[in-house]
């Protein structure tokens, strides 16, 4: 399990872990943006990547390799980003893409390779469209 020393430590000190507890656990070659905030009892698998303005809720899975995205580049000097919430009791799949600016509702499935685009209501499952090859 991970302390929030060694979250500080890793992640840099502006991390935000609200309500931390050590049975958070935090697998390894995550990147989180220093201004993203995860609540308790999160699982947050191995290569994950969670964007800036990125707010976790309770009881989040996140499987690994899963990426919240946050933000959108006009151009090399204008940034434009706004706050991306995973709602609480939700399940990501691994290798899931989630856009950014988008509300993820609570208790919310969400399939394994499943790329996300729009808001998505409390208590519904999202599966990904394979394409053709």
């Given at each position: ?103 993820i509702g609570n208790f919310v499935n969400i399939c394994p390779g499943a790329v996300v685009v729009e808001d998505i209501p409390d208590f519904s499952t999202v599966f990904g469209k394979t394409l053709p090859f």
């Amino acid at each position: 399990m991970v302390s929030f020393d060694v979250i500080q430590k890793y992640f840099g000190p502006l991390v935000k872990v609200e309500d931390f507890v050590v049975s958070t656990p935090i697998y390894h070659q995550c990147v989180m943006h220093k201004s993203a905030a995860i609540r308790v009892s999160v699982t947050i698998g191995e290569n994950c990547l969670l964007g800036a303005n990125t707010k976790v809720e309770d009881g989040v899975e996140l499987g690994p390799g899963v990426i919240v995205l946050n933000h959108t580049t006009i151009n090399t000097y204008v940034k434009v980003g706004r706050e991306t919430v995973v709602g609480g009791g939700t399940n990501i799949g691994t290798g899931s893409i989630i856009d950014a600016f988008l509300k993820i509702g609570n208790f919310v499935n969400i399939c394994p390779g499943a790329v996300v685009v729009e808001d998505i209501p409390d208590f519904s499952t999202v599966f990904g469209k394979t394409l053709p090859f």
